[in-house]
């Protein structure tokens, strides 16, 4: 009777030491997949930041393509300084690169116009703020307001201030900058040179270029190489050149 007894004890025991194992394991599991701030790059065992994530950026890995912050992205990106030592290394070596390539008459194709090389997975999923000095060293789709050197996306949804310029596959919104390059763009681009491969917006800037244009270019030279509204200098599309104004 007493063994029956000890026995049943010892089951009851180790079940219930059990379900506690089993219950530690789950929230230690949740917490590793989802955090209020994390430095980047993210590790792989996290898949969500709700709140901030700070550090030197992100980098393509297979993880990437199950993270998403829902926050503050706030990069002490090292690219510009990669950049400012390649220009010098160029500069340095400016008479061989003078000598080793020949100046190409550039001939605009529609497959000109289009930005290349954007894959859509693995890629990062960002919403909300990014600060950054650089740029993002991997894929990444975002929602919200960029403010950075200078961005490439896959989708971009929001308003975007860079030095150098937004390029992005799908874009709606706004984006300020030298040089702002997309594949559809609805929404409006403001820089020195803006390029569409669609338009359905508006560019802004000195020089505006689109292969279909089903919205408004204002700039000292406008070319589409479709119809489209052209105010400017001088505005080619498919079926005219003219000054001051085209359509």
């Known amino acids: 009777m007493k063994t029956s007894i000890l026995v049943s004890l ?3 025991f180790g079940g219930i030491y059990a379900q506690d194992t089993i219950g530690i394991q789950a929230i230690d599991s ?3 997949h989802s955090k209020i701030f994390s430095l980047s790059p ?16 992100h980098i393509n890995n297979k ?24 220009a010098f290394m160029m500069l340095m070596h400016i ?9 190409k008459v550039i001939k605009n194709s529609e497959e000109d116009y289009k930005i290349r090389n954007v894959n859509y997975t693995p890629d990062l999923k960002l919403n909300g703020l990014n600060l950054s000095s650089g740029c993002f060293f991997t894929t990444t789709s975002m929602n919200g307001l960029n403010i950075s050197a200078g961005n490439k996306f896959n989708d971009f949804n929001g308003f975007s201030v860079t030095i150098l310029g937004t390029i992005a596959d799908n874009q709606n919104g706004l984006s300020i900058g030298v040089y702002n390059a997309n594949n559809d763009l ?3 681009t403001i820089g020195v040179y803006n390029q569409s491969y669609e338009l359905k917006g508006l560019h802004l800037g000195v020089f505006n270029q689109a292969q279909i244009n089903r919205g408004l270019q204002i700039g000292v030279f406008n070319k589409s190489n479709s119809k489209g509204f052209q105010l400017g200098l001088w505005n080619i599309n498919n079926k005219r050149s003219m000054p001051f104004l085209n359509w």
């Open 63 to 86: 993880n990437i393509e199950r993270q998403t912050i829902n926050g503050i992205n706030i990069e002490a990106n090292p690219a510009p300084a990669a950049g400012v030592l390649y």
């Open 10 to 12: 010892l089951f009851g």
């Open 42 to 57: 993210i590790s792989k065992k996290v898949d969500q930041v709700n709140g901030l994530v700070f550090g030197l950026g």
């Open 186 to 188: 609805i929404g409006s």
């Open 95 to 103: 008479d061989d690169v003078i000598k080793n390539n020949k100046i």
């Open 30 to 32: 949740v917490a590793q």
